[in-house]
């Protein structure tokens, strides 16, 4: 029956205009730089959490308990195992994702396995912008919100952050190690 007053109907998921917000344990979809970056850091600064408080509890129990052979330290390994095995994972999902979101084949995560070509994928990965609108692997995700901005900023003061207290640590042990070994040198 033909109705004159009727609404016209339309398909309002159409085209570009269709969209998805990506969440940080999903499989499928696609995703893009910004979200990349911060999934990606999110769950490396989880497995180092983890890994921080295995130690800490280890620390705690004392040496017989952590040294191998010990209860603490099987524990401590299995622990860094599945934590490992969880961030490997996770980062071939994202990377799959980010490739996907680049409109091209997920396989080519393959190639994180490749010296140097490993290099430039995480470039190509970190700066070469998605696709605009749908593609073969489905529609685009939601735009980046404020939040996801924050924590893109967030997470960046935290690497550089961390990167500076590893060089804080690590440069006066290596200008210490050099020491002796000139020392040692001058033994001879």
Excluded at 97 to 111: A, E, K, P
Excluded at 113 to 119: G, W, Y
Excluded at 130 to 152: E, F, H, K, Q, W
């Amino acid at each position: 029956m033909n109705q004159p007053y009727a609404a016209p109907g339309s398909d309002l998921e159409t085209g570009s205009e269709r969209r998805y917000q990506p969440r940080l344990f999903q499989v499928k979809g696609r995703l893009g730089r910004v979200r990349y970056f911060v999934y990606a850091l999110t769950i490396t600064l989880i497995v180092y959490l983890v890994f921080a408080a295995v130690a800490a509890v280890a620390a705690i129990a004392g040496p017989p308990a952590s040294e191998p052979g010990g209860v603490m330290f099987s524990v401590m390994m299995l622990v860094l195992a599945v934590g490992g095995v969880f961030a490997a994972v996770m980062s071939i999902i994202y990377g799959v994702r980010r490739l996907n979101d680049m409109n091209v084949s997920g396989w080519l995560i393959l190639l994180m396995f490749v010296p140097l070509a490993n290099f430039v994928m995480a470039l190509a990965m970190l700066f070469v912008p998605g696709s605009d609108g749908d593609n073969r692997y489905g529609p685009a995700p939601t735009p980046n919100g404020g939040g996801l901005i924050a924590a893109l900023v967030i997470m960046l003061l935290v690497m550089v952050g961390w990167i500076g207290m590893i060089g804080a640590v690590a440069l006066p042990a290596y200008q210490d190690y050099v020491e002796r070994a000139q020392m040692h040198q001058m033994q001879r």
